[in-house]
């Protein structure tokens, strides 16, 4: 009996001891699978990995989202830049989703002179990779009008003047190249011997010879310095009076739009305002002529100097919530 009892501890004793075995092996499989899941301390996340929280990008926002961003860009005067982070994006982004929305419409009429004047500044400046993205912008806003042709005409003239000045610098430079190469040569061969004293010989009386004229080098070719061109551009607006949208019309709720003409003067005034169209008529001409005429413009110029120009706008009516 005793030897039984003995046994059966022995027995216990062994399954204790093998499950407590057990249960460290697990803990310790358990850690190292931990250690291989976690990334190692200051370990950077793998080049082009997606980040946890993903910008959101115009086709997962609403047109009221975009409109809201569109909004806060004309705020902070991001109205064409950034490029991708800008208010005449965001909303061609919104008629991209509602080609009939009202808002981004009268948005991108009011904002076209605006863009246009900072294309032309960019031709003028010469920074015409900017310049041709702006354009590009204004041509989707407002596909075939006069504004982008005439953008487009200088934005080429001024790279096909930046390709000619190039030509010449580089003309320039391979022949300022060729002269030191000539220079360097001519001093690198050897002086002539001095010739041995001649023995005294009765003289004799030689016939002259004819001297041989020497070659005259031609003059280095200089090119001039190329002229400046005398600017050419469309009058530039720098004032934009927003029209007071009749009681009348609003209490109705009537929309429409009128479009006008009007004589720029060399000064920047803006004169001669008349309806050309309008839709309906006589409903908004009046509030519309009143607040073109506040505009002001920097004034048209040709060949460097002021001149007046006739342009028509149209001026959209539109209520912001229907």
Partial sequence: MPIEIRTLRDKNWKSVVALALCSVLAISACGKKEEAAKPAAGAQPA???SPQVAAPVAAELSAADLLGMATRAVNEERLVAPAGNNAVEFYLQVLAKDANN???????????????????????????????????LLDQASPGSY????????????????????ERRLAQEAAAEQQRAQAAQAAAAPAPAAAAPAQPTRPVAAEPKPVEPKPVEPAPVTTAPAQPVAQSRDPVLVRQVRPVYPAAAARRRQEGWVEVSFTVAANGDVTDVNVARAQPRGVFDRDAVRAVSQWKYEPA??????????????????????
């Fill in 102 to 136: 009202v808002s981004a419409t009268q948005a991108l009429v009011d904002l076209f002179p605006l863009a246009a004047g900072n294309a032309e500044r960019e031709i003028v400046n010469r920074n015409l990779p900017e310049a041709g993205r702006i354009v590009a």
């Fill in 301 to 322: 110029l040709e060949n460097g100097k002021p001149v007046q120009r006739t342009l028509t706008r149209r001026i959209e009516f539109a209520l912001s919530a229907k």
């Fill in 147 to 166: 504004t982008v042709s005439t953008l487009k005409s200088k934005l080429n003239a001024a790279r096909t003047q930046m390709q000619r000045e190039e």
């Fill in 47 to 49: 080049a082009g990995a």
